[in-house]
């Protein structure tokens, strides 16, 4: 089922590439996507089943995959990832550091072991990758690397989650500086801050109820809910040469919820008039 040939020639790792359950994920949906438009993918993930039915969908469809099995919290297991796609592939081109996780409470409610979980998960996984990523990309001629944050990472999100929002926070900000360090070595630093997507991450424990899927939908400008796809086709976009001269860009995809405040979503939200006194569209 190829669909062209955007990331023709091109060697991808993908990390968190499998999914839990039906509803896809960034990592399944990004890595179904990039090999449609001829990418190879080297699926990273902690559990064999979970990459084993991204590559399915892969293979199904015509495309080229193979399978790593790794924990990217442990140093020793990303240098051992970048090694698999040099034997597999003989280069690198694009690294998707998707993996994340967790992390809940406000300061004065923060478990130790959770934090350094979240901060694992988040950050320390996309700087190991990507330290053993950048010299076999350099070998390569250049390439690009794709984080993942959130909105969480700017702003106050709609669950206490200290961890989670702060390592999202630096990873947009290490998006940034791994840009500025690496440019002239032909290598792309870019990430990507989704929204209130409905995909695998918010169901992980149990589907989401249909109320507070609405809401999250109605809370951005456009009123539509967004899901790992969408996400998918702003990685594929960013690893294309189509964004050859794009870097250091944190990208939100997330209908957005970025752009608004709460007030200028008053009316969408509650499905009502704004109330009065409170407009000053009208003139003096």
């Given amino acids: 089922m190829a669909l062209?040939?955007?990331?023709e020639d091109?060697?991808?790792?993908?990390?968190?590439?499998?999914t839990r359950g039906e509803i896809a994920g960034t990592g399944q949906a990004a890595s179904i996507l990039m090999a449609r438009e001829g990418a190879k993918i080297l699926l990273c993930d902690i559990d064999i089943d979970r990459a084993e039915e991204t590559l399915n969908v892969i293979e199904k469809e015509g495309g080229i995959g193979k399978i790593f099995v790794g924990d990217v919290t442990s140093e020793k297991d990303c240098e051992a990832m970048i090694n698999e796609s040099i034997k597999q592939f003989n280069k690198l081109d694009i690294l998707f550091n998707n993996v994340g996780g967790p992390g809940g409470g406000m300061v004065t409610e923060i478990d130790e072991e959770d934090w350094h979980r979240s901060i694992d998960l988040n950050i320390k996984s996309a700087v190991m990758g990507s330290k053993y990523a950048?010299?076999?990309?350099?070998?390569?001629?250049?390439g690009c690397i794709i984080n993942v944050s959130s909105i969480d990472g700017t702003q106050a999100g709609?669950?206490?989650?200290?961890p989670y929002s702060i390592s999202k926070a630096a990873i947009s900000h290490?998006?940034?500086?791994?840009a500025v360090h690496h440019g002239r070595q032909n290598i792309r630093v870019n990430c990507v801050a989704p929204g209130h997507v409905?995909?695998?991450f918010?169901?992980?424990?149990?589907?989401m109820e249909e109320d507070w899927r609405d809401l999250r939908k109605k809370a951005g400008p456009l009123g539509t809910e967004g899901t790992a796809w969408d996400v998918g086709w702003a990685v594929v976009y960013l690893a294309s040469d189509e964004a050859k001269w794009v870097t250091g860009v944190v990208l939100p995809v997330d209908a957005g919820v970025q752009a608004a405040s709460p007030l200028s979503m008053w009316d969408d939200l509650n499905d009502s008039e704004r109330p009065q006194g409170r407009s000053f569209d009208k003139k003096l």
């Fill in 4 to 7: 062209g040939n955007r990331l």
């Fill in 10 to 18: 091109k060697v991808a790792i993908v990390t968190g590439a499998g």
């Fill in 134 to 142: 950048i010299p076999a990309m350099e070998k390569s001629g250049g």
């Fill in 158 to 162: 709609s669950t206490r989650n200290v």
């Fill in 174 to 178: 290490l998006s940034r500086i791994m």
């Fill in 198 to 200: 409905y995909g695998a």
């Fill in 202 to 207: 918010p169901n992980r424990f149990k589907k």
